[in-house]
């Protein structure tokens, strides 16, 4: 029902691929674009929730993904943290073959950072070199 869906943040469809989830007061949002329009028409075997476009699977879908460095490197909002990867020299490890699990902050969460410490993590590159990146492959829904 449609009070169970504004609790998530992201569903993820039969085929796998994941859909998020946005609420905000213009109302539910879909992949950020597509709008529910009409909630909670009950059927024997479930919900239908009316959208007000059409959900079409990812780009690239049954192509080869690029490595994490591939994606963040073509991904405008990660490009602090791209950049702090060449600067340590970890380009190398996270284009292996992994799996690898990365928390990427986005160039806002470098931005909202106390005033210096950029500028002290971009100093401290030897540190960062220390710790390579560690394989694991966590993937939402199989606990860890």
């Known amino acids: 029902m ?3 869906v504004v609790n998530l943040t992201s569903v993820e469809t039969l ?3 994941a859909i998020s989830i946005t609420v905000n007061d213009q109302g539910v ?6 709008q529910v329009i009409i909630t909670d028409i009950e059927a024997s075997n ?3 929730h009316v959208i007000d476009a059409v959900l079409l699977p990812p780009e690239g879908n049954g192509e080869e993904l690029g490595t994490i460095v591939d994606i963040a490197a073509g991904d405008e909002r990660f490009s602090t943290l791209v950049a702090a ?3 340590a020299g970890l380009v190398d490890a996270l ?4 799996p690898f699990t990365v928390f990427a902050p986005t160039d806002d969460a470098f931005a909202a950072l106390p005033e210096g410490t950029l500028d002290a ?8 070199e220390q710790h390579p990146p560690v394989p694991c492959g966590f993937r939402q829904g199989n606990g860890g």
Request: proline fraction near 3%.
């Open 95 to 98: 284009s292996g073959a992994g």
């Open 46 to 48: 479930g919900v239908i």
């Open 15 to 17: 085929n796998g691929n």
């Open 85 to 87: 990867v060449q600067a």
């Open 2 to 4: 449609a009070a169970d």
């Open 121 to 128: 993590l971009r100093a401290d590159i030897p540190t960062l």
């Open 29 to 34: 949002f879909l992949n950020d674009t597509v």
